[in-house]
């Protein structure tokens, strides 16, 4: 690997870690500045629904918005270390499924500690259903990963 694939290794490191940690940090929020962000959040993706015709209740988008942002929180956890891991990995013929399962445990585990270090947070309490949501992420962001990483190999032979 060259100075160029180095850098682009450790960036792609650099970028999960961080990632990790917003997860870590959003998810450790107290309740009323978690809940003050996903309110801002939702007037604005209301406005801009709004500017293409759809009017949809606030409070019904702010339930959904909620629980979907857990799913690409931990979505795009599971794309970066994924990724991270596929360049860090001597190549061999199972170094894919590697990079697959130890992507999906570290994100996995990411997401079981996001959420029991909530039992500490004041305003937040364990939702294993939301710990559940994090993990279909994972699965999601790390079989996307796979996905275009295969078709990419695919293309370029």
């Known amino acids: 690997m060259g100075k160029n694939g180095k850098t682009l290794t450790c960036a792609l490191w650099v970028a999960a870690i961080l990632w990790?940690?917003?997860?870590?940090y959003?998810?450790?929020q107290p309740g009323s500045e978690t809940a003050n962000l996903s309110g801002a959040l939702t007037k604005v993706v209301r406005r801009g629904l709004q500017l293409f015709g759809f009017d949809i209740d606030l409070d019904a988008l702010h339930v959904l918005l909620r629980r979907n942002a857990h799913t690409g929180v931990f979505l795009v956890a599971g794309l970066l270390t994924f990724f991270a891991l596929a360049?860090?990995?001597p190549e061999s013929a199972h170094a894919d499924a590697?990079?697959?399962g130890i992507a999906a445990a570290m994100c996995a585990l990411l997401a079981v500690v996001a959420e029991v270090g909530k039992?500490?947070?004041p305003g937040r309490h364990l939702q294993w259903d939301e710990t559940l949501l994090d993990v279909i992420g994972v699965i999601c962001g790390v079989g996307i990963a796979w996905a275009v990483k295969f078709?990419?190999?695919?293309?370029?032979r």
């Open 98 to 100: 590697l990079a697959f």
């Open 151 to 156: 078709l990419w190999a695919g293309f370029h």
């Open 26 to 28: 959003l998810s450790w």
């Open 20 to 24: 990790m940690g917003l997860c870590l």
């Open 119 to 121: 039992l500490w947070v």
């Open 87 to 89: 360049r860090s990995l």
